[in-house]
């Protein structure tokens, strides 16, 4: 498609938008122009490509496909088939999986799919074939109370929040945490990397029914055939949570031990970071599980969404293609141009550096918290977000680290020169920014103040870095 069709499609579809709900027409347009005004750091979000987000605008999502491709509750469900099979096909084969499940509507839905399917798997299907039942419908009242009880005896062990795991991982806040008993492992004091001996030796004592590896907030790779063995040695099933890094599996920057796929039982991820799809979840796992995945809607997914199984299907062609291979290695070598220029200018990174997309600033040495530096760049008009790091002095809410992420602006083609010139433009604003003193004279840990200028200057001097990268360039709206 050509971007001349593409602004004659939009220009269309928003005056029709906009003669039923002005207000929709004049958000979708906004967004377009705040995004391709922003200096968009955040780690979790891309670019979708505009044949992607085309994909999603259409009546697919007219139709109930409850069930699997070729076995619906549903007649009439032939084209849902295809592009359910179409998604599950090009997942499999990008990523060397046995088995893929596309009907997730999100990363935590993903992850409540993968373990409920490890559930039934490795507590469900044993009992119904001990007790000589077919399904939960064949149980006694008592047996099922305590299937029921079961379930809720199982323990999962996940990365700690401030080490960069995530909510879903076995944590209170989420249905995980109420579902299990968590234990987390956390990093090394003195690198700051995953310390697989102590994890071992907590595993052995805790005995999880499930391993959770991946982060949301982690700068390293993690060696996936260690904790495969480790998650063999105590029975435990391996699931990886690769939300935030499919696209380097996807693009081939993770091969061998740090490819998760051909390690992990269940792998689940988003389909929209890294790997720059539709906003949406998948779910990949060994044969073994495969019937107990294909069961997540309606265990506990609402119908699949046609329309965005349709657009995962033409993301995931897009990153077969040799093109998102050369996307992927650019975004981990921006991420380290990134991390360098950061470091080169007396910025302290948790681990001391990146191997992967992301970098993890600790701001204590500006004499800030997280949310200072997040919102005095913000005023500046680079987008980041604040994030914990490890052991953090100021807890999960003002934090004490800056998280920032290079996967968006690599779709817009910025290379190594352009993520320092970033760097710079970060120091620039985190050393011309102070905390406000709260009003009993103590440094406060919400309000900051930027000296005269800084902000504004940073903010010409962005726009002007983006405007050699336009975003979706020749799409006039
Ligand atoms: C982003 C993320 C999720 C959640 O994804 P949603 O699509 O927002 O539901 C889950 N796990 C990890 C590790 C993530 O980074």
Redesign the pocket.
């Known amino acids: 498609m050509t971007f001349a069709k593409a602004s004659e499609i939009y220009t269309d579809i928003l005056a029709q938008i906009a003669t039923v709900e002005p207000r929709v027409a004049g958000a979708i347009s906004q967004e377009l122009a705040d995004q391709r005004a922003s200096l968009k750091l955040i780690a ?1 979000e891309n670019y979708a490509s505009l044949t992607t987000l085309l994909t999603m605008g259409n009546w697919l999502s007219d139709k109930y496909a409850e069930g699997t491709v070729g076995h619906r509750f549903y007649a009439g469900c032939q084209n849902i088939d295809v592009v359910e099979s179409v998604a599950e096909e090009h997942a499999r084969e990008l990523f060397g999986a046995e088995h893929a499940y596309a009907q997730p ?7 409540l799919v993968a373990y409920w399917a490890i559930l039934q798997h490795r507590i469900e299907s044993p009992t119904l074939e001990r007790l000589g039942a077919k399904t939960v419908n064949d149980l006694s009242e008592q047996d099922w109370e305590d299937l029921r009880r079961e379930f809720n005896k199982q323990r999962v062990m996940g990365m700690s929040l401030d080490a960069g ?5 076995g944590f209170r806040p989420n249905i995980s945490g109420k579902m299990f008993q968590q234990h987390s492992y956390g990093t090394d004091p003195a690198t700051g990397l995953i310390d697989y001996a102590a994890l071992e030796r907590d595993a052995k004592e805790f005995k999880p029914l499930i391993i959770v590896a ?4 982690y700068p390293r790779r993690v060696n996936f055939a260690k904790m495969k063995e480790i998650a063999d040695s105590v029975g435990a099933t391996l699931f990886v ?4 890094f499919a696209g380097l599996v996807a693009g081939k920057v993770f091969t061998g031990e740090e490819d998760p796929v051909p390690y992990a039982d269940v792998v ?6 890294s790997l720059r799809g539709p ?3 998948l779910v990949m796992c060994k044969h073994e599980y495969a019937d107990a995945v294909d069961k997540g809607c309606p265990m506990v997914l609402g119908g699949p969404l046609g329309h965005v199984m349709a657009a995962k299907a033409v993301a995931l062609a897009e990153a077969r293609q040799e093109s998102f291979r050369v996307y992927a290695q650019n975004v981990a070598d921006n991420a380290k141009a990134l991390a360098e220029g950061l470091m080169r200018r007396g910025v302290n990174l948790v681990t001391g550096g990146t191997d992967n997309h992301l970098c993890l600033l600790d701001v204590q040495s500006f004499g800030l918290t997280g949310r200072q530096a997040e919102s005095a760049l913000l005023d500046s008009g680079i987008v980041t977000n604040r994030n914990s790091i490890p052991r953090d002095p100021n807890g999960a809410w003002y934090t004490s680290g800056v998280r920032i992420g290079t996967p968006a602006l690599t779709s817009r083609g910025f290379g190594v020169d352009e993520f320092d010139r970033v760097a710079e433009l970060i120091v620039q604003v985190l050393s011309a920014t102070t905390p406000a003193p709260t009003s009993s004279g103590a440094p406060g840990k919400a309000k900051y103040v930027i000296a005269d200028g800084v902000a504004d200057r940073t903010k010409a001097e962005c726009a002007e870095l983006l405007d050699g990268f336009p975003l979706y360039p020749g799409l006039t709206l």
């Open positions: 979790s509507h999100s990363g935590i839905d993903a992850n795991g995530h909510l879903t991982h991946g982060y949301s907030a949570d690769m939300a935030h689940a991820t988003t389909t929209h970071k906003r949406g979840g």
